[in-house]
């Protein structure tokens, strides 16, 4: 018998072999088992979206900037919209025919004194531009003389900000042209009592809103903000009248002309 023969025949053979076997299951051709469990996949449910607009938001509020919009609304010619965060924390965001059916230009506008609506010039109506002071600082402003497109900037991102706000958030496919992530938002309840229009709502990575896709039309981003003034500056003075309407003016009535109203001398 040879020497090798009675390695493999006696229990020191048995030993071999197995460790053998060992061997070749640890061979190179076989993946080696897992030494922890693998890590679960990013986190991509509501909450997580819920929580992701939160974070950006925040970030809005604290962003100071000056950054032109477009304004696109169906069956009407696009707008600039201007806004303004200053670095002292006042705001302004100036809105072409806003009030007045569409006929008048409008400035909405926050200091440490108030909210002000401001009737601005324009080619129809060459005026001197007036502020009314509307609601207090970060008080409400009354719907029939709210043109709304300013809440995005300004008191909407405190309702996105605060998670326990009745909404319903998911990541939503880019509004066209639009940079960052976008969120659509929904009410859960059947009014929702804050100053948050809903729909869709686009952030960069730094809080800067790209777009939003709301009711009254599609906000979208022109141009990289610029830098924020140390504080805004009212478009006119201060008065004590009253601030325009939303609702067109009521179209004048006719008078009738002296032969419709004379009575006739055979009457």
């Not at 992701?52 to 919009?69: S, V």
Request: with cysteine; charged share 15%.
């Amino acid at each position: 018998m040879s020497v090798r023969s009675a390695i493999f025949r006696g229990p020191l053979g048995a030993g071999v072999i197995a460790g053998l076997i060992a061997l070749t299951a640890c061979g190179s051709d076989d993946p080696a088992p897992a030494a922890t469990a693998p890590a679960p996949p990013a986190a991509t449910g509501a909450g997580d979206a819920r929580q992701q607009l939160a974070g950006l938001a925040a970030a809005a509020k604290d962003r100071k900037l000056t950054a032109t919009y477009t304004l696109s609304v169906s069956g009407r010619p696009d707008r600039t919209v201007v806004v303004t965060s200053a670095t002292d924390g006042s705001w302004r965001i100036d809105i072409p025919e806003a009030a007045l059916g569409g006929t008048a230009d409008v400035s909405m506008a926050q200091n440490g004194e108030g909210i002000y609506q401001c009737a601005l010039p324009s080619s129809s109506r060459p005026l001197q531009p007036t502020c009314v002071r509307v609601a207090k600082p970060g008080g409400r402003v009354d719907a029939k003389v709210d043109p709304r497109v300013w809440h995005p900037f300004t008191d909407s991102r405190e309702v996105l900000i605060d998670r326990d706000a009745p909404l319903a958030v998911s990541v939503t496919k880019p509004i066209s042209g639009a940079q960052g992530t976008c969120f659509s938002v929904e009410s859960t309840t059947t009014s929702l009592k804050a100053p948050l229009d809903v729909g869709i709502y686009c952030y960069d990575g730094d809080g800067t809103l790209t777009a939003a896709r709301l009711a009254y039309g599609t906000l979208k981003l022109t141009n990289p903000p610029a830098a924020a003034p140390a504080t805004i500056t009212l478009a006119g003075s201060i008065v004590n009248g009253e601030p325009l309407g939303m609702a067109a003016p009521p179209t004048p009535t006719a008078e009738p002309s002296p032969s419709e109203s004379s009575p006739s001398p055979n009457g």
